[in-house]
């Protein structure tokens, strides 16, 4: 059983940023490809940006392209999700997720084959 715990969330003005973080108790997560997904009120959870296993394959949503950066630290316990030019639109409950080692960013980010799923972590964009 893996544990997804995220953090960071918050209270922003808009154009601000913030910075996620995915852990799993210290476990290492390089084992698994990791997902970034939100759900605001009244939609459905999507998929903002997920890494593969590796970290050499990414997939953006197009409304967070080249505003989101997702990525592994070197301790590989930790994935992030940086925002930058947060909007009001971006308010939401984000998740991280997980999914086996040999899934793909693609697959990943439509939400099939997450294995497992963290609490979730509130951001919340307003002046």
């Known amino acids: 059983q893996l544990q997804l715990v995220e953090s960071g969330g918050g209270l922003v003005q808009p154009g601000g940023s913030l910075r996620l973080s995915c852990a799993a108790s210290g476990r290492p997560l390089d084992f698994y490809a990791i997902g970034w997904f939100r759900q605001a009120p009244g939609k459905q959870r999507e998929g903002v940006a997920c890494?593969?296993?590796?970290?050499?394959?990414?997939k953006y949503h197009n409304a967070v392209k080249d505003r989101f950066t997702v990525s592994r630290d070197s301790d590989r316990t930790t994935v992030y999700l940086e925002m930058n030019s947060l909007n009001p639109d971006d308010t939401a409950v984000y998740f991280c997720a997980a999914g086996t080692s040999d899934t793909t960013v693609h697959t990943l980010c439509q939400g099939t084959l997450v294995r497992w799923w963290g609490q979730g972590t509130q951001v919340t964009v307003s002046s």
């Open positions: 890494i593969s296993s590796s970290g050499a394959s990414v």
